[in-house]
C-alpha cells in the first residue's frame, strides 16, 4: 500500500502554469505505476497522465504538449507540471498509484490502485 499526499493545486487565470507535487510513502514505488487524474462534479474522473518506473510516460490527449509527468524516485515524489491551463482544466486532481502489472500505458489499474486526497486546482477566464 502506498500512502499519497498531493500538494500545488491553486487557482491560476487561463494560460498559466501550476506544478503539483505528490510524496508518496509506504511502499517500493518501483513495482507501481504513478499517475494523476482529475474529476469535475458532473463530469467522468479523467486519467490525465501516467508514468512507469523507468520513466515512460503516457498522457490524455486533452493534456499532450502542455502537462508533463516526471517522478523522482530518490525522493519518493512524483510531479505534474501543467502550462497553457484552461478552465476545462479545472477539477480535483488526484495521485494515483498501482501496481505495473495492471500496465501503466493505460489507467485500467488506478482503479485498483492508492489515491491521495486530492488537490484543487481552478483555472479562470
Known amino acids: 500500500q502506498v500512502q499519497l499526499v498531493e500538494s500545488g493545486g491553486g487557482s491560476v487565470q487561463s494560460g498559466g502554469s501550476l506544478r503539483l507535487s505528490c510524496a508518496a510513502s509506504?511502499?517500493?514505488?518501483?513495482?507501481?505505476?504513478m499517475g494523476w487524474f482529475r474529476q469535475t462534479p458532473g463530469k467522468e474522473r479523467e486519467g490525465v497522465a501516467s508514468?512507469?518506473?523507468?520513466?515512460?510516460?503516457t498522457y490524455s490527449d486533452s493534456v499532450k504538449g502542455r502537462f508533463t509527468i516526471s517522478r523522482d524516485n530518490a525522493k519518493n515524489t512524483v510531479y505534474l507540471q501543467m502550462n497553457s491551463l484552461t478552465p476545462d482544466d479545472t477539477g480535483t486532481y488526484y495521485c494515483?498509484?498501482?501496481?505495473?502489472?495492471?500496465?501503466?500505458?493505460?489507467?485500467?489499474?488506478?482503479?485498483?490502485?492508492?489515491w491521495g486526497q486530492g488537490t484543487q486546482v481552478t483555472v479562470s477566464s
Open positions: 508514468i512507469d518506473s523507468g520513466g515512460s510516460t
Open positions: 494515483v498509484a498501482w501496481l505495473a502489472r495492471y500496465g501503466c500505458d493505460s489507467y485500467r489499474g488506478a482503479g485498483f490502485g492508492d
Open positions: 509506504g511502499s517500493d514505488l518501483n513495482i507501481y505505476c
